[in-house]
């Protein structure tokens, strides 16, 4: 069964004081890997998604990166407008079906 | 252009009651999936349409719910006999597997169940 963990739960961060959130899975025949960020009351809005080990991806101040069974999102200097509740997320291995299986989410606060 | 729209965005009934809840993703995308998120819990998988087929209910949580496509386009979601542990964000999302694997979200619909 897949299965998806994030950590920490709960991140608080001065504004630029950079850290990283971890996302570890298992999962046969890795199909990709989704990073999504989720502000209070809106549905999940896409940042990146990573297909093999050794990739990374960039998007302001946000670089994901990818491993064999995990993947980190590395937030630089971050800003209060960075904070929200990041989820991952990895889709089912069989046929056309992508359905995602997520993890739980670490909820970062910046504070100014 | 226009991402996934849900409607209605906050659904407040008692329990017993049937409440349908509305998906229009976004024009061309072949795929639309139903979440549900409650409080404490992740995102959890529900349904996967392909077109208007639905090849995958295995997250649907009991026979009281059931979900239909039509014309590869609009879906509902229907919540019969509604109980309290129904109570949950229902979102959906859109792609076009499987070259274009990414799930889109919509905003999410707020049942609460009373």
């Known amino acids: 069964e897949d299965q998806v963990t994030q950590s920490p739960e709960a991140l608080r961060l001065q504004e630029g004081e950079s850290s990283s959130l971890n996302c570890s899975y298992t999962v046969s025949g890795l199909r990709g890997l989704f990073w999504y960020r989720q502000d209070p009351g809106k549905g999940p809005e896409f940042l990146f998604t990573l297909y093999s080990a050794g990739e990374e991806k960039e998007k302001e101040r946000l670089k994901a990166t990818l491993t064999k069974k995990e993947s980190f999102l590395h937030i630089t200097a971050p800003k209060p407008e960075d904070s929200a509740t990041y989820l991952c997320a990895v889709p089912y291995s069989g046929g056309s079906n992508y359905k995602l299986t997520f993890g739980k989410g670490t909820l970062l606060t910046v504070n100014p | 252009g226009a991402g996934v729209s849900q409607s209605p965005s906050n659904k407040v009934t008692e329990k017993g009651k049937d409440v349908e809840l509305r998906c229009d993703p976004i024009s061309g995308h072949t795929a639309l999936y139903w979440y549900r998120q409650s409080l404490g819990q992740g995102l959890e998988f529900l349904i996967y349409?392909?077109?208007?087929?639905?090849?995958?209910k295995s997250g649907l949580p009991s026979d009281r719910f059931s979900a239909e496509r039509t014309g590869g386009s609009v879906s509902t979601l229907t919540i019969q006999r509604t109980q309290q542990e129904d109570s949950a964000v229902y979102l959906c999302?859109?792609?076009?597997?499987?070259?274009?694997?990414?799930?889109?979200f919509g905003p999410g619909t707020r049942l609460t169940v009373l």
């Open positions: 349409f392909q077109g208007n087929s639905a090849p995958d």
């Open positions: 999302a859109s792609g076009s597997p499987p070259g274009g694997d990414t799930q889109y």
